[in-house]
């Protein structure tokens, strides 16, 4: 498995953004086992960069590939696949069902390609401390436990890449550790990549890359 | 191992109010039954005038003439067929087979001897054995034969026995008797003339006159003959159906005449299609209206769960399995509506049977195959309706 950015830009942005970012117009690839930190401040496209690898946008110019692939030429269906089985995400807005249990926010995800067993939501929602929330709706669930939530979902399904947009926004120092353990173990247990987009350089992400948006 | 639709089920906002369900499911269920009950009656009515003909080798054999008007009484060629009419007539798809009834060109006179003491003017006639319902061995003729076999009216001989003899003071006879009898048939022209001794061999239920052999006429007409041009004033036609309502119509169009008893089942069932066609249009009509109120109804889902299925879909989830899904969802409600629908036509069936055929065995108390057919067809259609809605507003929503 490789992803990789080829001279990437998205079409709103001057070209001129070339010149001062590391990620922007150049080629980059990304391997297994890699852990990649992305920093940048608010407005610099970091949320962007992670909705064109997940596929979800398609305003830029140049491409990026996932097994030499081009991704904006996936079918519908090949792009679901790829979203089931090689690439999961925590976004930034979560992407929650605010009207369902976080059980079932949790089991909708896993039942599409189940990598744990049902117990495993459990295990891990309690390890994050969010165990007692299981049974509520997610719209009444504060931010950060939404944002454990989305963190729990990201980790049920099996995948090469993951990817995170300030997934620790909302939570203290505390939980973001335990958050971080977590996905660590379980990106690790699969190989996976892991990029990281924040908007400072954290101490608690081991990158083996960094890049300045 | 497989998805299940269940935990996806309540991302599905159908609304608070149900009406606009239920209007679609009563409509597509009236629409359903009245589609099936008009294919039912139609099968019906097809089973019921084939059985009503009395059919030979599978074919109908219906006597066809000119109308006589009284534009044609002074101008009689007009009421007679020429061989570009008969070529026509045989060009038509629903007809087999047309034979001319050939008569004689010359003058004929008819005497029975001793034994019936009365002599008179004649006419006979001739028609392709093909057409003939009954042929004994005995009806043929050869040149220097005189015995000349005879078919008869059986309608010809009952008027003969029930009007034509008490009234003479004439003997009565049966079958048997008249076969056995003698008659002298004398041609004249040409100045020729010659007797020929007639006997009856068969009678014939279908044809009106008397019949001689074909090779004994056309010998007789250029022996006495005067040689008119081909002219037939009645034909035979060979039919599958002479209730065929395409026949029916063509003989009305050209304003030819045809025996109304061989055909009033015909007029009938050609009333009775039309009202059933225009029924059954109304209810595929009832049944379109239905689908395309509840595509509205599956649309009004899509757009309120639209949130909930863009969702699904950046999570993963295929295009294709959530519109078979959400189609399916409605599987059970169209097979409850179709299967409700078949037991009312069975039911209706089964009345129209008992209460109106009084049971007659030409009729089944049961619903036709083709019912089940037009069933089956109807669910397979709604799938397909919403399924291809369903998948199309997932892809815009993708």
Redesign the interface.
């Known amino acids: 498995m490789q992803l990789a950015i080829h001279q990437l830009l998205p079409t709103y942005f001057e070209e001129s953004s070339t010149l001062t970012s590391e990620i922007w117009g150049r080629e980059l690839h990304f391997n297994s086992n890699e852990f990649i930190k992305i920093v940048a401040p608010s407005g610099s496209g970091k949320s962007s960069l992670i909705n064109f690898m997940y596929g979800m946008r398609k305003d830029y110019t140049g491409s990026i590939s996932y097994s030499g692939k081009n991704i904006n030429q996936f079918t519908l269906e090949e792009l679901a696949r790829y979203r089931r089985d090689h690439i999961s995400i925590v976004f930034q807005d979560l992407k929650l069902f605010a009207d369902q249990t976080v059980q079932h926010n949790l089991e909708i995800k896993r039942q599409l390609n189940p990598y744990h067993p049902a117990e495993k939501i459990k295990e891990m929602a309690e390890r994050l401390g969010v165990a007692d929330r299981l049974s509520y709706k997610c719209g009444v669930c504060s931010y950060g436990e939404q944002q454990r939530i989305a963190i729990i979902r990201s980790l049920l399904q099996p995948f090469e890449i993951l990817l995170l947009d300030e997934p620790f926004s909302h939570l203290d120092n505390d939980n973001s550790e335990k958050a971080m353990q977590l996905m660590l173990e379980e990106s690790r247990a699969r190989g996976a990549t892991v990029i990281f987009a924040d908007l400072e350089r954290s101490e608690i992400f081991p990158f083996t890359r960094l890049y300045h948006l | 191992?497989a998805?299940?639709f269940k935990?996806?089920r309540?991302?599905l906002q159908t609304g608070t109010s149900p009406w606009s369900r239920w209007f679609s499911y009563i409509g597509l269920a009236l629409g359903v039954l009245l589609l099936l009950c008009c294919v039912q009656m139609y099968v019906n009515m097809q089973k019921l005038t084939k059985e009503a003909n009395i059919r030979k080798n599978g074919y109908d054999y219906v006597a066809v003439t000119k109308n006589v008007s009284g534009e044609t009484t002074s101008r009689p060629e007009q009421n007679m067929f020429s061989q570009q009419d008969i070529d026509e007539i045989k060009g038509q798809s629903f007809i087999e087979d047309v034979a001319p009834v050939i008569a004689n060109q010359f003058r004929v006179q008819l005497s029975a001897g001793e034994l019936l003491p009365f002599q008179t003017e004649f006419f006979i006639e001739s028609l392709k054995n093909d057409f003939l319902d009954t042929i004994p061995p005995s009806f043929s003729w050869q040149e220097g034969q005189e015995i000349l076999p005879i078919i008869f009216s059986t309608d010809f001989f009952e008027i003969y026995n029930v009007v034509f003899a008490p009234g003479q003071s004439l003997p009565q006879f049966s079958r048997k008797n008249a076969a056995g009898i003698r008659f002298l048939v004398t041609c004249f022209g040409n100045g020729q003339q010659q007797n020929f001794v007639a006997q009856i061999v068969a009678f014939s239920d279908r044809v009106n006159s008397v019949l001689v052999p074909e090779s004994f006429l056309t010998w007789a007409n250029t022996t006495f003959g005067s040689q008119k041009p081909f002219a037939v004033s009645r034909i035979f036609i060979k039919t599958k159906d002479a209730n065929n309502p395409d026949l029916i119509r063509y003989l009305d169009t050209k304003g030819y005449s045809i025996n109304k008893e061989k055909t009033i089942l015909g007029r009938n069932k050609m009333l009775i299609q039309n009202v059933l066609s225009g029924l059954g249009i109304f209810g595929l009509v009832v049944v379109i209206l239905a689908l395309m109120l509840f595509s509205f109804y599956l649309q009004l889902i899509i757009a309120r769960s639209k949130d909930?299925l863009s969702?699904?879909?950046?999570?993963?989830?295929?295009?294709?399995w959530l519109s078979r899904n959400v189609s399916n969802r409605f599987l059970p409600v169209y097979i409850s509506i179709v299967v409700i629908a078949l037991g009312l036509t069975q039911f209706a069936q089964w009345a129209f049977h008992h209460f109106v055929m009084h049971d007659k065995p030409e009729l089944s108390p049961f619903i036709h195959w083709s019912i089940l057919v037009a069933a089956l067809l109807l669910i397979i259609l709604s799938l397909v309706t919403n399924y291809r809605l369903v998948r199309k507003q997932l892809?815009k929503l993708?």
């Open positions: 191992m998805i299940s935990p996806i309540p991302l909930n969702l699904l879909l950046t999570l993963g989830y295929s295009p294709r892809y993708n």
